[in-house]
């Protein structure tokens, strides 16, 4: 019975060349013609590249690159006796010192790093913005009815806003979008202004029960506040509502927390006029 399942070849284990493995001697003297002998060290083996194509690894001993190998490539043209030099070049090896990998500067900034005067413009296509016609402030005047239409159930007001908006510029020109929202309350929620941060490990009671705590608007407002408690270190910043830390405005000391009341006060009976009659 035959069964009809992919069949792979099992990769072929490249023989290294005699010639070129050989040729130890002459792949030294190459690397010592474009470097300091003093900076060639020991022979550290070889490896097949490739049919005819033997490199040759030598210990770096230049000051400052420690771990690091020379490494000299040689090539036999088939059906000839010698080998020539393909190329020499300096790589890593295990424990080499070598440079961070490279980032784009956009993605090295860090919170924090924006100094006064610093500018950093957002890309056009930035996910975790839309334009503001798409999604608009809320109406904020309470005169205005905010009937909701029936059929599309949208408010007609915010709509009529949003168009008019749109139609001279005015507002904001981008607003958060969905995944920018949800982006940002995770990031909140699990650094150290959210449930699983030390202080609010031992904090007395969550924000949620908290006098300071106010309220954002909008969508975060369901798991986000702002701490309002001038003596709390979140005082300004966004806090989930299971945050907590010790400023909690009903916090009770332990009765052995409290202070221990003072004993009772010792009157001097002691005057100079009764010292003198003895």
Not at 93 to 119: K, N, T
Not at 166 to 175: A, Q
Not at 237 to 258: I, K, N, P, W, Y
Request: include cysteine; charged fraction near 25%.
């Amino acid at each position: 019975m035959l069964h009809n399942h992919p069949v792979t070849a099992p990769a072929r284990v490249r023989k290294a060349d005699a010639v070129g493995v050989e040729a130890t001697d002459l792949a030294r003297d190459a690397l010592v013609e474009l470097v300091d002998a003093a900076d060639v060290g020991a022979h550290l083996g070889h490896a097949a590249e490739d049919d005819r194509v033997v490199t040759h690894l030598f210990e770096c001993s230049r000051t400052g690159y420690r771990g690091w190998r020379w490494s000299v490539t040689l090539a036999r043209a088939s059906r000839q006796k010698s080998v020539t030099v393909d190329e020499v070049v300096l790589l890593p090896g295990d424990g080499a010192i070598v440079a961070p990998e490279w980032l784009p500067y956009r993605e090295r900034i860090q919170p924090g790093d924006l100094a006064p005067g610093d500018l950093l413009p957002v890309e056009e296509d930035d996910p975790r913005l839309v334009p503001g016609y798409l999604v608009g402030d809320p109406v904020v005047d309470p005169d205005i009815n905010t009937d909701i239409d029936p059929e599309r159930g949208t408010d007609l007001d915010t709509d009529a806003v949003r168009q008019v908006a749109d139609e001279l510029g005015l507002g904001r020109l981008r607003v958060l979008s969905l995944e920018g929202r949800d982006l940002a309350a995770q990031r909140w929620y699990d650094g150290s202004h959210g449930p699983e941060a030390a202080i609010a490990q031992s904090a007395p009671a969550p924000c949620s029960t908290c006098g300071f705590l106010t309220r954002l608007a909008g969508p975060l407002s369901q798991l986000f506040g702002v701490c309002a408690n001038a003596y709390a270190n979140d005082d300004g910043r966004a806090v989930s509502v299971d945050h907590g830390c010790g400023a909690h405005s009903e916090a009770q000391l332990h009765r052995r927390s409290q202070p221990q009341p003072l004993p009772e006060p010792v009157l001097d009976t002691v005057s100079w006029d009764e010292l003198e009659t003895f």
